[in-house]
């Protein structure tokens, strides 16, 4: 069994601060992929990484890729509390989506 | 173009039960997986349907089936409701699944009582 698991579980800041959250298994898997998910709706995709070391930027939002493709990171700059939610990473290993178990994130204005 | 469409939206059941679970996926997708997420967890994949057939299989007891229509549509039955069921559960389209782009649905919010 491929686990994912995230870390901090919940993380509240003030408008304006920047934060890391991290994704890491024993696994190696094909691809990654990040979600932010809102009360009542389901999780909307924020970006894949596929290759080893690879970083993406998506506004305020940096991702990484680990080398060794095991792990991942997602770093806010002056987090926004339209930034609030659940915040789940995804490894895509052949035909399901095997998902973390998030970190809830609280930006407080 | 409509997203992913679930229903119902929410849905009170007693133990003992069974549920009908319904997903019309984004026009043109092909594949619909399912997914349970328990209050404060991440979800965990259920099924995946590929152009009709099961093409993979969660860690869920037989009491969860599921099917997909030639109108790529699909509906997830839960049979004999535990308390544990108790869960949103999600749907995903996808053009072909595998590592394909997955959208997700709002869900239906179902209660075991």
Redesign the interface.
Known sequence: ?QL?E?SPQFLSIQEGENLTVYCNSSSVF??LQW?RQEP??????LV?VVTGGEVKKLKRLTFQFGDARKDSSLHITAAQPGDTGLY?C?G?P?????????TRLMVKP | DAG?TQSPTHLIKTRGQHVTLRCSPISGHKSV?W?QQVLG?????IF?YYEKEE??R??FPDRFSARQFPNYSSELNVNALLLGDSALY?C?SSFA???T???????TRLTVV
Do not use: C, H, I, K
């Open positions: 069994t994912l995230q094909s691809s979600y009542g709706e389901g999780p909307v995709l894949t789940l995804a895509v052949g035909n399901m989506l095997t998902f973390g178990g998030g | 992913v997986s997914y967890q991440g979800p965990q994949f995946q093409r993979g969660g860690n999600l995903a699944g595998g590592d782009e997955a959208f997700f649905g709002q869900g």
